[in-house]
């Protein structure tokens, strides 16, 4: 499988702290997406960095990306409390069997901000 | 505003019934997904539609059909099949399913049983 894994399961930090957060993954990939999904709610596509780039920004968020080691990280800066929500990334490559693309996605990580 | 509408919110099943999730598009996707959610969990793919009049099995589509007879619409129906159905159900949609586009998701439906 290329599911990505997500660590840590979950990380509490206070308001103004950085959030950062891994996922590792299996197998070659088009792109790698993080999602947000606030509880009880659905998810909120966040940013996508595709297998050539190794690094994005928006806003408040970095993310980085290293296909030689498979992974790739998700930096909040200066957290708020209202960025408490579970992170997903989503790798997205070809579905075996079927040639079209897939998104997988891993477990998540919690993050609490505490004000 | 363009979006995704899932109904109902909440949803309780009787051994041996059907039930139907509804999903509903206005942002003009070729492309629909179904996701279950269990707690702790990632979400795993059900079924997905590239384009009206064809669906495709996910990882876990037993015990669950769909239908996509209009490009806005694509309903779950979670059978008496499915022995384990409790979980939360994402629908998602995307412009296409070409090279793993970004998908948009509605706010899902939890379905429990009676």
């Known amino acids: 499988s290329q599911q990505g894994e997500e660590d840590p399961q979950a990380l509490s930090i206070q308001e103004g702290e950085n959030a950062t957060m891994n996922c590792s993954y299996k197998?070659?990939?088009?792109?790698l997406q993080w999602y947000r999904q606030n509880s009880g709610r659905g998810l909120v596509h966040l940013i996508l960095?595709?297998?050539?780039?190794r690094e994005k920004h928006s806003g408040r968020l970095r993310v980085t990306l290293d296909t030689s080691k498979k992974s790739s990280s998700l930096l909040i800066t200066a957290s708020r409390a209202a960025d408490t929500a579970s992170y997903f990334c989503?790798?997205?490559?070809?579905?075996?069997?079927?040639?079209?693309?897939?998104?997988?996605f891993g477990k998540g990580t919690k993050l609490s901000v505490i004000p | 505003d363009g979006g995704i509408t899932q109904s109902p919110k909440y949803l309780f099943r009787k051994e041996g019934q059907n039930v139907t999730l509804s999903c509903e598009q206005n942002?003009?996707?070729?492309?629909m997904y179904w996701y279950r959610q269990d707690p702790g969990q990632g979400l795993r793919l059900i079924y997905y539609?590239?384009?009206?009049?064809?669906?495709q099995k996910g990882d876990i589509a037993e015990g669950y059909s769909v239908s996509r007879e209009k490009k806005e619409s694509f309903p779950l129906t979670v059978t008496s099949a499915q022995k384990n159905p409790t979980a939360f159900y994402l629908c998602?949609?995307?412009?296409?399913?070409?090279?793993?586009?970004?998908?948009?998701f509605g706010d899902g439906t939890r379905l429990s049983i009676l």
């Open positions: 998602a949609s995307s412009i296409s399913q070409g090279a793993g586009q970004p998908q948009h």
């Open positions: 197998t070659s990939i088009n792109n």
């Open positions: 960095i595709r297998s050539n780039e």
């Open positions: 989503a790798t997205a490559g070809i579905r075996s069997g079927a040639g079209s693309y897939q998104l997988t």
């Open positions: 942002l003009n996707h070729d492309a």
């Open positions: 539609s590239q384009i009206v009049n064809d669906f």
